[in-house]
Each structure stands twice: as structure tokens, then as C-alpha cells.
């Protein structure tokens, strides 16, 4: 392998680290940042607005107050150095009453002078001084002298030594008159107009994002079967083109449902027309053979004509309503005993749930009659959490095997030894069943049972 294969791959296994990096970077701050809309709006005003803020913080605090400070602390050098200036050339004046009178007068200062042993040892600067800093620069560069400062003994003022030839100066000067002390106002006012203006971005945002959340509820209701009667489009312009497209989806869906429901009603009633002329010229053919053949077969085509018309009809005209659960399973029980099956039920959570009971029975009572149809035994288990109702139905049978388990739920489809069969050989149970779960907003799915046999599993949103 020559010299340039080995760069090459060493850049191509680098480009690997980077890129295997940025994805595990992507995924953490994905996982960290929030998922609602909500959350998401309030951070994208919120951030700018804080970093906005800092950024002026920074430059008005740090540059302009520093450049302040300075300006201030170099006046009140200079005025210090000035009374140094008047205290040498007045060497006959050994009280120093010139000095005392005009740092007192005309500078605002207090001044006195202490024995040359009366200067302490410099001490630990403050951490972040500016205050100090500035005082100590200039200090250096008028004075020249050894020096001690403290700044911040007594808040109020700054006291300030100098050693000269044969004293210590000692200079009380405000603290003000050295520093801009305006900080805390601006910091109030920044603190209070941010807190103003994330109120006013909160109240905004809630009333944009209300509307979406009750598009959401109004989508979700529909599709579980409900109804949500005062959903109306509001909020902004885009928000209420997504309502209004809503509404006349929603409308669609009801007319088609709502048509077909009436073209079936047509055909079931000349249908049973027929049938019912059939069952009268067999009630005149007399008793026979052939006469009870063919009063089987027209119970076989009306049982039939049921069944089409149950699974076109999806029994999209009843209202849902709060059930109890336990109760509907345990009638469920009594119907497989009645029949002369063996059934235990089980049911554990809040009892109540919000579902269309007839047609929930009758999704049930196919899964319990598939079951009881080719098993001794059928157990019948709820369960209802904050989120969702799951029934299974398992049972000792032969079961349905692996690869079919999502067929069986096609609509008419028959398997000779497959447990999908109704009673009339429609090959309706299941898609019925499936079809009132969805129209639930929920789902069936078939698998393994710990008795052996086949396990059905309904899950529906409560």
C-alpha cells in the first residue's frame, strides 16, 4: 500500500468519525429540544430575546461602563493629585488645614493625614473589580506613589492611601463620584420589559396554538367515531383554511358513508322482496324434501344479505357513549355459556370507557364466536390505562397459522379449515370486527395464546 492509499484512508476513516459524531450530536440535541409546538414557539422568541439581551448587556455594561468608569475614576485622581500638588507647596502648613478645607469645599472629598506607619499592606483585590482596576491604573499613572485602596468596606464610600515623604494620606471619596452605580436600574429595566414582552409572546401564542389543538381534538374525535359539535374554524388564516378543509373532508366522508348506507337499505329491501316471495311459494309447496332444501338455502342467502349489509353499513349512525366495561364483557361471558361454551373474563382498570356499544359488542362477540367455534374453552381479558382499551380473547383451538393472520381479515375471504368461517360462510367475522375497531380509532391483531391456541387483541384510544 502505497504512502497516498494510507492518507486516503486515513482521511476517509476521519470523514467517518466526523460524520458518526454529528449524527450522535444531531440525536442528543433532538432528544433534548422540545417536541410540542407550543414549547417550540415560546423557545424561538425566547432565545433571540435572551441572547438579544446579553449581547447588550455585555457591550453596554462591560464597554460602556468600564469606559465610565474610568473617565470618573481619573477625576477623582486628578483631584487627588491636584491636593498632593497644594500639600508640597505649602510646607509651612503642618496641620494641613489648606488641603482638609479645599478637599472638603470644592472637591467633595474627605481628607486627613495619619503616620507614615499607619499604611497597611496591599491586600487581596476583589474578584471582577472594576472599580479597583480603574482606581489602581490611575493611581499609577498620576500619582506614582505606593497606594492602598478599599473598595469595598463601606459601600457608600471609597477610602483611598497614599504614602508620602513623611505622612499618609488618607482620602474618603464617594463611591459614586468614581463609579457609574446605575447598574441595578438598567438591569430592572431589562429584567422587566423581557418578562413584559414573554408575557405578551405567552398570551399570543396560546391563543394561535388553541385552535390547532382543537383541529387536532376535532380530527382525533372523528376518527374514533365521535362527534365534536362546536368545532369551528378560528385562529389565523392559515389555521382556518386547515379547519375549513377539515369540515369539508368531513362532510365528504359522511355523505359518501351516508349514500351508500341508503343504496344498501334499497337493496336489502328488494332483496328480502324476493326472499320473502321465495319463503311463500315454499310455505305452499307443502312439506318435502326438496321443500326443506330450499328453505335452507333461502335462511343461508338471508343470513348472507345480513351480514353484507352489517359490514358495508359499519354502523356509522350510532353515537358513542360511556360503557361499562366489565359489565359488557361479562355479557359477553353469559352469550358463550348460553351457547355451551366454557368462558372466564377478566377486567382490570377504570370500568368506564367511551365507545358505540352495539357495534363494540358485535366486534366482540365476533372474536368470542370465532373463538367458541373451534375451542373448549375462551378467556376474555380487559384492561384500560390512561390511554387505551385492550381485550384480548384467547383460546385452546388449533389457532390460525402465522403467514394467513393478516389475511383473514380480507372481507369474504373463506379457508376451508381456517377459523374465519362464519356460521354462514360469509368470511365477514373478522373484517367486521376490524372495521369497527378502526372506525374506533383503533386496531385487531392476531397472535399466540398462552392457552395454546389463537389470541385476538383489540385496541382501541379511550
Not at 476517509?12 to 450530536?25: E, G, H, I, K, Y
Not at 483585590?125 to 506614582?144: T, W
Not at 382556518?240 to 362532510?251: P, S, V
Amino acid at each position: 500500500m502505497t504512502t497516498l492509499d494510507v492518507g486516503i484512508a486515513r482521511l476517509r476513516s476521519a470523514a467517518t468519525r466526523v460524520s458518526d459524531d454529528w449524527l450522535r450530536f444531531n440525536r442528543w440535541f433532538k432528544s433534548i429540544m422540545p417536541k410540542g409546538l407550543w414549547a417550540r414557539s415560546l423557545l424561538i422568541i425566547i432565545a433571540p430575546m435572551v441572547i438579544l439581551q446579553s449581547v447588550v448587556a455585555f457591550v453596554f455594561m462591560e464597554r460602556h461602563w468600564n469606559y465610565v468608569t474610568q473617565n470618573l475614576s481619573a477625576a477623582v485622581v486628578q483631584d487627588i493629585a491636584a491636593l498632593i500638588d497644594i500639600s508640597r507647596a505649602n510646607p509651612q502648613d503642618t496641620e494641613q488645614a489648606l488641603v482638609r478645607r479645599i478637599a472638603q469645599q470644592r472637591l467633595g472629598l474627605t481628607v486627613d493625614f495619619l503616620p507614615i506607619s499607619d499604611m497597611p499592606p496591599p491586600g487581596p483585590k476583589p474578584f471582577f473589580s472594576l472599580l479597583d482596576n480603574a482606581l489602581s491604573i490611575e493611581l499609577r499613572k498620576q500619582v506614582g506613589r505606593p497606594f492602598w485602596i478599599d473598595t469595598v468596606g463601606r459601600s457608600a464610600l471609597v477610602e483611598i492611601r497614599i504614602q508620602l515623604d513623611n505622612a499618609v494620606m488618607r482620602v474618603f471619596a464617594r463611591r459614586s463620584a468614581a463609579y457609574a452605580s446605575n447598574s441595578e436600574i438598567l438591569l430592572l429595566w431589562m429584567v422587566g420589559t423581557s418578562l413584559v414582552l414573554i408575557t405578551v409572546a405567552i398570551l399570543f401564542l396560546r391563543n394561535q396554538i388553541r385552535p390547532i389543538l382543537r383541529l387536532a381534538d376535532a380530527a382525533e374525535s372523528f376518527g374514533k367515531g365521535r362527534d365534536a359539535p362546536n368545532f369551528r374554524p378560528r385562529g389565523a388564516r392559515e389555521v382556518r383554511r386547515a379547519a375549513q378543509a377539515f369540515i369539508e373532508m368531513k362532510t365528504r366522508i359522511e355523505r359518501t358513508m351516508e349514500q351508500r348506507t341508503a343504496m344498501l337499505a334499497g337493496v336489502s329491501h328488494d332483496l328480502r322482496t324476493v326472499l320473502t316471495r321465495f319463503k311463500l311459494e315454499l310455505a305452499l309447496l307443502g312439506e318435502s324434501a326438496e321443500a326443506e332444501a330450499l328453505k335452507k338455502d333461502v335462511d343461508e342467502m338471508n343470513r348472507m344479505l345480513e351480514a353484507y349489509l352489517a359490514f358495508a353499513r359499519g354502523d356509522t349512525g350510532e353515537l358513542s357513549e360511556p360503557t361499562d366495561m366489565a359489565a359488557f364483557l361479562e355479557d359477553l361471558k353469559a352469550d358463550a355459556e348460553r351457547n355451551g361454551h366454557t368462558a372466564t373474563v377478566a377486567f382490570h382498570g377504570h370500568r368506564i370507557v367511551t365507545v358505540k356499544p352495539a357495534a363494540f359488542k358485535r366486534c366482540l362477540g365476533n372474536l368470542v364466536s370465532n373463538a367458541s367455534r373451534f375451542a373448549q374453552s375462551v378467556a376474555i381479558t380487559g384492561h384500560r390505562d390512561h390511554r387505551w382499551l385492550t381485550v384480548t380473547v384467547d383460546d385452546d383451538g388449533p389457532g390460525i397459522p402465522l403467514a394467513m393472520r393478516e389475511e383473514v381479515f380480507k372481507p369474504f375471504l373463506r379457508l376451508d379449515e381456517a377459523r374465519n368461517q362464519d356460521e354462514g360462510g360469509t368470511g365477514l367475522g373478522l373484517a367486521i370486527a376490524l372495521d369497527i375497531a378502526r372506525s374506533h380509532g383503533g386496531d385487531i391483531s392476531l397472535g399466540d395464546s398462552p392457552r395454546g391456541g389463537l389470541r385476538a387483541t383489540v385496541r382501541i384510544p379511550v
